[in-house]
């Protein structure tokens, strides 16, 4: 960390569809840095001493809970994270991502998107006895090494940064994208789930589905939890070009 | 005037929140969930180490059980708690966590056979039975005679908060994202909902229900650097606070967790000293087993952050331009374990320190990590003033905790209650019909518009964001690890000027849609009245217990103090709560009080003491049969819904 401080310069898209007659438009804000400095801090102190219209969504603050994605310097990630000192000439341009219902500014509505995908792809275990497991006698065994690799694919936070990476989405508005694909592919793992392969194709065997995708990764490069897209979104492919 | 009817109405989408309402579902009522944020982002997803359920499948959990997991609650709250309430949860966690296992939590698994582990700064081989094999294994955690923190890699509350919120959507539970609860609804005593601000449209709309249950989270942020969420600011506390007839119960109970990184307070779980990490100090020095010679860094956390603090104030401290800190070292874990095992808090100290923590030291510090106190309850959850009005997870002073709460058993606590809470608010809903007249809501509806009314129309006044910042170091430098009567009566009168300033906000944006400046303004108020039952609560409690150390009172004082603070804001007007206290009887301890077994013990007993311990002497020579469910009923017979009274088995030993 440089103790010298500098100027940054944030570029920012402000447009509040709430305020009738609001245009969408960029504005700059000057902002000294600081050591450690995140966007997180430095969209904060904007909005405390130059404009606290401005919005923006933090939770965590800390890359856990995937609430703040947004593009920087055209590439989407988690803003809380984001040093700004990554960046050397000082310039930062935020966005909104793309892909989502626009709240305002840099909000957008990515809640609404995931329940909708949730309810698609049934994000959940069915197994018609998980009501009617006896909790008082010892859980179902399970093998540690299926435990860990369900727990790898479950670690998706519904950031939304690979829908907005993803040129097929664009393309297609109903396209399930690598978070539904990866949410599949965690549930199609889990022995706990007793969905058949052809109940499986129900919901992704078309063209807004697994065979939709182009492969063009964006998914895979942009997820700050690095989950492994490229290998499930193949796995799923060639599980459902055997039905 | 937006009105939404429902049955049982959950104000939080936390993992607590989302537990009540699948228990009312699933006895069949209607049900909404609000939040301020998408469910699945609760701060519950935020809790990386564990949940205590003492399966006792892991070898080191070899002979857990219920009993031993009360006693180290127990101990661990100084013998604050309410000890019917840690009986009841103690006996429902492991069939909370064997359900969140059949709905989709990837436990980690026991593997048979030998494996190596750090257990003292040395490395050590521990054999896993074969018979365990698969079931779900633990973790050692600070203050545990077990090891019995049950976890998933380390993402252990995403996990949970991920399956519980997709129970909740196939069960087709309405969740209403970015909704702001500001205010209750209540008549004569009974609480029917409340006004709820829409953040998007700014629109004020009425959820009037038969039952309101606050699953809101902590208050953690009434402190300026704080291990949690930024939307942890106990906004649900103090909407019932503001009703003047609810209670909240030992505000001043406030948990600083030892390992926070220096200086943005993200925290680095227990895990990391569970699995056998280690605290340095400038020179390298392992201090710790100097200041507690039997549980070194895992005593409990109150302790150990207590400690280092003594530490850095000897100047033993690593000095840098954000004051002192000391060095959490999990080097010797090494990069394996790491990656696997702790990898949430490689990334953090990768993103944030810009350091490899398989290589380097990470800088930390005790930092404000979790709130004991909140909306006081009766063990049904139920508030014992406000009718209809429950509560549950880290809002609530349902009182398992006491003075202090044992890492890995809040995530414990949000889903146990939220199993027992949602099936007494489903007995309310059954035995209850809505009869709130249209004039009341219209009453709270119009209150709260014209509160907004007059913050959009004021010309000159105060600035929130400076208001909230001012309060929040208050908390930091005069209600922190260790207080003091001094800082304490100062901390009490700035408070009391904050509050008759945040009468006076004024807004640069002055629009009522979606405006950060307006859900500040509408809030900050609020957490002045919330930091001052914290402030004004620590200053009446001369003692020292669990979290809650005074300087001038060393001691715990079991003769005067063994009694919960209650505070309630009767009067609008007042810059102070009316403060009343509710014993803690002995004379019905299943346990009565001893010494934790940290430091010296300068203990000054209560009479009641010998007397129960010598009468439950007694009742034990009587029964000398007695095995330990009946001996508990002997002591102390708690009341735990039908549903969740059976045995728990485990391996090797049954239902025994
Ligand atoms: C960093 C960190 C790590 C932790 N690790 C562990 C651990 O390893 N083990 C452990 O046992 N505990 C841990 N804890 C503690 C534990 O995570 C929390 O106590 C617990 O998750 C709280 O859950 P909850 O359901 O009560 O509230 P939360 O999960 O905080 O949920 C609160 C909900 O209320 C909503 N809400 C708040 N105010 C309003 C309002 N006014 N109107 C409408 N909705 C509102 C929010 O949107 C949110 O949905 C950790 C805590 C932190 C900070
Ligand atoms: S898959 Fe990755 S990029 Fe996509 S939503 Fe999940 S965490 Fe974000
Ligand atoms: S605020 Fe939670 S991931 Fe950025």
């Known amino acids: 960390m440089s103790d010298q401080e500098r100027v940054l310069k944030f570029q920012i898209f402000r447009y509040n569809p709430q305020n009738k007659g609001d245009k969408p438009r960029m504005v700059t804000y000057e902002v000294t840095e600081a050591p450690g400095m995140t966007i997180f801090i430095a969209l904060n102190e904007i909005r405390e001493t130059q404009d606290p219209s401005i919005q923006f969504d933090f939770v965590c603050r800390a890359g856990i809970c995937g609430s703040c994605a947004m593009v920087v310097n055209g590439q989407p990630t988690l803003a809380c994270r984001t040093l700004t000192s990554t960046y050397e000439d000082g310039e930062i341009k935020l966005l909104p991502l793309p892909g989502f219902e626009l709240i305002g500014d840099l909000s957008v509505n990515t809640g609404k998107f995931m329940r909708a995908m949730s309810e698609r792809v049934e994000s959940w275990i069915h197994d018609n006895y998980a009501d009617e497991v006896n909790f008082e006698r010892l859980e179902e065994r399970m093998d540690p090494d299926v435990a860990d690799e369900i727990y790898e694919l479950e670690r998706c936070v519904e950031c939304g940064a690979c829908v907005s990476a993803c040129a097929t989405k664009r393309m297609r508005p109903d396209f399930l994208s690598a978070v539904g694909f990866m949410r599949l592919a965690r549930f199609a793992l889990d022995p706990r789930d007793k969905r058949t392969d052809e109940e499986f194709y129900e919901i992704m065997g078309d063209d807004d589905g697994v065979f939709g995708c182009m492969t063009l990764l964006g998914c895979e490069d942009y997820c700050p939890k690095d989950l492994p897209h490229q290998t499930q979104i193949a796995y799923l492919r060639r599980k459902m070009a055997l039905i | ?656």
Not at chain 2, 108 to 118: E, F, K, L, N, T
Not at chain 2, 517 to 527: D, F, G, S
Not at chain 2, 596 to 601: L, N, S, T
């Open chain 2, 1 to 656: 005037m937006k009105v939404i009817y429902t049955d049982s109405l959950v104000i939080g989408g936390g993992l607590a929140g989302l537990r009540v309402a699948i228990a009312s579902m699933q006895r069949g009522f209607d049900t909404i969930v609000l939040s301020l944020i998408p469910a699945k982002r609760s701060h519950s997803a935020a809790a990386q180490g564990g949940m205590q359920a003492s399966l006792g499948a892991c070898i080191k959990g070899d002979g857990d059980d219920e009993d031993v997991h009360f006693g180290d609650t127990v101990k661990g709250s100084d013998w604050g708690c309410d000890q019917d309430v840690a009986r009841m949860f103690v006996n429902t966690s492991p069939k909370a966590i064997r359900q969140l296992a059949a709905w989709g939590v990837p436990w980690s698994r026991v593997r048979g056979g030998d494996r190596d582990v750090i257990i003292n700064g040395e490395k050590v081989t521990i054999t896993e039975k074969e018979e365990a094999h698969g079931l779900i294994t633990s973790r050692d955690f600070g203050g545990t005679k077990k090891w019995r923190t049950c976890f998933t890699s380390d993402g252990t509350g995403h996990t949970m908060l991920y399956a519980m919120d997709n129970k909740a959507i196939q069960m087709g539970i309405p969740v209403h994202e970015r909704k702001e609860a500001i205010a209750l609804i209540h008549e004569d005593g009974v609480c029917y909902g409340a006004i709820v601000r829409d953040l998007i449209t700014g629109e004020l709309i009425a959820y009037v229900a038969k039952a309101t249950t606050i699953a809101t989270g902590g208050y953690g942020r009434l402190y300026s650097v704080s291990t949690n969420a930024v939307i942890s600011e106990g906004i649900g506390n103090a909407i019932a606070l503001e009703t003047g007839i609810a209670t909240l119960g030992n505000m001043e109970a406030v948990q600083f967790h030892p390992t926070a990184i220096v200086p943005v307070g993200i925290l680095t779980t227990e895990g990391c000293r569970g699995d056998g990490g280690l605290l340095l100090d400038k020179d390298g020095y392992r201090f710790m087993p100097d200041y507690e010679p039997d549980k070194k860094e895992l005593a409990s956390r109150d302790v150990v952050s207590r400690r280092m603090t003594e530490h850095m104030r000897k100047g033993k401290g690593v000095p840098s331009r954000y004051g002192d800190h000391l060095w959490l070292d999990i080097t010797l874990l090494g990069r394996k374990h790491i990656e696997k095992n702790l990898r949430e808090v490689k990334e953090i100290c990768e993103y944030f320190l810009g350091i490899d923590p398989v290589e380097e030291y990470i800088p930390v510090r005790p930092t404000q990590h979790y709130s004991m106190g909140g909306i006081r309850t009766k063990a049904t959850g139920e508030s014992p003033t406000l009718k209809g009005l429950f509560s549950a997870g880290e809002a609530a002073c349902w009182d398992m905790h006491g003075f202090n709460r044992l890492g890995g058993n809040s995530v414990a606590e949000t889903v146990v209650a939220g199993m027992i809470v949602g099936e007494f608010v489903a007995d309310y809903c059954d035995e209850n019909s809505l009869n709130v007249s249209t004039s009341t809501i219209e009453h709270f509806m119009k209150q709260e518009e014209k509160k907004i009314t007059d913050l959009l129309v004021r010309d000159f006044g105060e600035n929130p964001f400076q208001l909230k910042a001012e309060m929040q170091k208050i908390m930091m430098d005069k209600v922190g690890i260790f207080r003091n009567g001094e800082d304490l009566e100062q901390a009490v009168e700035e408070l009391k000027v904050l509050n008759q300033r945040a009468k006076k906000i004024a807004l640069r944006n002055r629009i009522s849609s979606s405006n950060p400046e307006l859900v500040e303004a509408i809030r900050v108020p609020k957490m002045i009245k919330l930091a001052q039952c914290v402030a004004y609560g620590a200053m009446l409690r001369t003692e020292s217990r669990g979290a809650h150390a005074r300087e001038d009172y060393l001691e715990r004082n079991d003769k005067d103090w063994l009694k919960r603070t209650l505070t309630t804001w009767k009067d609008d007007s007042s810059d102070l709560p009316e403060v009343t206290y509710e014993d803690l009887d002995i004379m019905k301890m299943e346990m009565p009080p001893g010494s934790r077994g940290y430091g010296v013990d300068n203990t000054i007993h209560h009479p009641d003491t010998p007397k129960r311990e010598q009468e439950i002497e007694e009742i034990k020579q009587a029964n000398p049969g007695a095995d330990r469910y009946e001996m508990h009923d002997l002591l102390n017979p708690t009341p735990i819904p039908e549903k969740f009274k059976g045995r728990n088995e485990r391996i090797g030993r049954g239902f025994k």
